[in-house]
């Protein structure tokens, strides 16, 4: 069964810092670009950073440039996304999706063949 499941939001004080992972299963991860979205209440999704299948490739939204961390774990199927110096602009439900090898395209949507749940990052004091 195809699975993209995200882990990892909470609630978190500005400035503080979170690490969101997203497991996969039920396809060739390897194949697969990897990218995070965000969706405010009212507002788009948006991209907020990718990793291509080879790894050579990471983009950020440049709202999250310097303070955001992708990598990717083939070995365990895994992404994760680092995320310090937190800010209340970045509350969003946060959700982790495959597109075929590249991150071409992955700043805005329509983008990604597969989906997760999505994990809710809350940043308040």
């Known amino acids: 069964q195809l699975q993209l499941v995200e882990s990892g939001g909470g609630l978190v004080q500005p400035g503080g810092s979170l690490r969101l992972s997203c497991a996969a299963s039920g396809f060739t991860f390897y194949y697969y670009a990897i990218a995070w979205f965000r969706q405010a209440p009212g507002k788009e999704r948006e991209g907020v950073s990718c990793i291509s299948a080879s790894n050579d490739v990471i983009n950020y939204a440049d709202s999250v440039k310097g303070r955001f961390t992708i990598s990717r774990d083939n070995a365990k199927n895994a992404v994760y996304l680092q995320m310090n110096s937190l800010k209340p602009e970045d509350t969003a439900v946060y959700y982790c999706?495959?597109?075929?090898?590249?991150?071409?395209?992955?700043?805005?949507?329509?983008?990604?063949?597969?989906w997760g749940q999505g994990t809710q990052v809350t940043v308040s004091s």
């Open positions: 999706a495959a597109g075929y090898y590249s991150c071409l395209g992955s700043a805005t949507m329509p983008w990604g063949d597969y």
